[in-house]
């Protein structure tokens, strides 16, 4: 939305990881305490986003004060701003590997995996009922604030055009803030999920799903949040048929040739972008 | 004096775009602003609204210094533009576009609806178009959007950039028609203009700009009849075009 890809977006998204696992930590949970079930899952499972969404937004908003805002009130080009998202990147990556080591560390079992139905083949299990749900329920929070609220719409003029944002009253760093701000905390509850699937946390955790959230928002269409959210669905099918077909370890290759076929072939992604059609 | 500036001098990087413009607006006029490509015309308005910082001068409006004031404060006191290339949203609906244009909520509710009819009276257009996408509307349309959208906010100072620019000539004696209508209804007009010749015409007093200097002002009438002026700027269609 801002002309920028803020390629530390994977880091913001390892430290809701992080902080998922220490949160659970911090509630007397660890590896190999049996799983827990009803309000005990659920409070645990609520306080546990809230503190990852805490960690990762205030990360998110921090990384705009200290690395993004000065190059912005300079007016330094596009490109400083990715390598400036690389190295920040890199910093944050190397940080966690000093404090906590190159390992991965084990995450408590929170949520027992059980098979709740089969529908033709597929099973359903309680944790991915529960990402589908989450994450769906996010999109469609994100997707109100965007398109209904005032400061969505703020949020909105900012991307179309800045400057005239401005003269509209609208205060464009605070915009950029909370740009920032949205997306951190959406990283973090990201965090949780990821942590609650795939009970892994690592200094470079981020890096595969960064890429792949890049993948799918360029197969959506740039600075579009249901393109996004049909880019994320469409890589994730494409991705599981082409592991099905290929074996499971071209699983990650097939996706970056999608991001490489679409830049090449068509790089407003699916639905376009939203801004470009109604410009042309 | 509503609005005056004094010796006002931007920067872009190390060019001065400004060299010390000092003009006033009274309250109830229209003032416009001529002259041609790179004289600092739009650099002007930018500036008055916030959008370009000042290296040194003052600018006042109502009595309180404008210089150092973020932009998105500057609407909220009363001075509102519709910019250059009309600067429309495009991705949003003619009615999201007008409500952007009150964003900074002085006056609330009441304020918002009596601005809305205000607008949709001037420009009846913008009433049957509200949910169209701005993107897809013409010219003329876009350019009363822009208008709207700048009336919505309730301004006592209307800063117009170029609003006939790319338009047809019906289209732009009818916006300037349009112009003189928002001044009778109270609003103070600062406009900056090409079409030199329609501009005096409307205008009250006339400032000519020259490479970021003031080189003439004058009540419009008689920049109308003033040989350099029409050489420089007039052309041949000062009787032509009504």
Request: no cysteine; charged share 20%.
């Amino acid at each position: 939305m801002l002309r920028l890809i803020n390629f530390a977006h994977s880091e913001i998204f390892m430290i809701g990881i992080f902080a998922s696992l220490f949160a659970m930590h911090g509630l007397g949970i660890d590896s190999g305490d049996p799983a827990l079930t009803g309000a005990a899952l659920v409070g645990t499972l609520v306080v546990v986003t809230l503190v990852a969404m805490a960690a990762s937004g205030l990360a998110a908003v921090a990384m705009e004060r200290v690395a993004y805002r000065p190059l912005r009130r300079r007016g330094a080009p596009r490109l400083a701003a990715l390598i400036t998202a690389i190295g920040v990147s890199l910093f944050l990556q190397e940080l966690f590997a000093a404090r906590y080591g190159r390992d991965e560390l084990g995450f408590p079992r929170v949520l027992e995996k059980r098979q709740l139905f089969e529908v033709a083949g597929a099973n359903i299990r309680t944790d991915k009922v529960l990402v589908v749900l989450a994450a769906l329920l996010l999109m469609v929070a994100l997707d109100r604030f965007v398109n209904r609220s005032r400061l969505g719409r703020g949020v909105r003029a900012t991307a179309q055009d800045a400057e005239t944002a401005a003269l509209m009253g609208v205060d464009i760093d605070r915009v950029v803030m909370l740009t920032f701000l949205l997306g951190g905390l959406l990283a973090g509850a990201a965090g949780t999920l990821y942590g609650v699937f795939f009970e892994a946390a690592r200094y470079n955790i981020g890096f595969l799903p960064g890429i792949k959230a890049f993948t799918a928002a360029v197969l959506g269409g740039i600075g579009n949040i249901r393109g996004a959210l049909v880019g994320g669905l469409s890589l994730g099918l494409l991705e599981n048929w082409g592991s099905t077909v290929l074996g499971g370890e071209w699983k990650d290759v097939f996706a970056f040739t999608v991001l490489v076929l679409v830049l090449l072939f068509r790089p407003t992604g699916l639905l376009g972008e939203s801004l470009g059609k109604a410009r042309a | 004096m509503l609005l005056e500036l004094s010796d006002v001098r931007v920067h872009y990087g190390k060019v001065e775009a400004l060299k010390g413009v000092s003009l006033e607006v009274d309250e109830g006029e229209i003032v416009t602003l001529i002259g041609g490509n790179g004289a600092g015309k739009t650099t002007t308005l930018k500036t008055i609204s916030g959008l370009r910082p000042v290296t040194r001068g003052s600018i006042r409006f109502d009595g309180n210094e404008l210089v150092g004031v973020p932009a998105h404060k500057i609407v909220a006191m009363g001075i509102s533009q519709a910019p250059e290339g009309r600067g429309i949203f495009p991705g949003m609906t003619v009615m999201e576009n007008l409500e952007m244009g009150a964003y900074h909520r002085a006056g609330g509710k009441a304020a918002f609806a009596r601005n809305l009819e205000r607008v949709f009276e001037l420009f009846p257009r913008l009433a049957e178009r509200r949910r169209q996408p701005g993107g897809t509307l013409s010219g003329g349309e876009q350019q009363m959007v822009a208008i709207g959208r700048a009336l919505m906010a309730g301004p006592r100072v209307l800063l117009l950039d170029e609003p006939s620019m790319g338009l047809a000539p019906k289209l732009v004696a009818q916006i300037f028609a349009i112009i003189e209508e928002i001044n009778r209804q109270g609003t103070t007009v600062l406009l900056v203009e090409q079409n030199a010749a329609q501009a005096l015409r409307r205008a009250d007093r006339a400032y000519v700009l020259e490479t970021g200097r003031v080189v003439m002002a004058a009540p419009a009438g008689e920049l109308l009849e003033d040989e350099a002026v029409k050489a420089a700027y007039l052309g041949g269609d000062v009787g032509s075009a009504s």
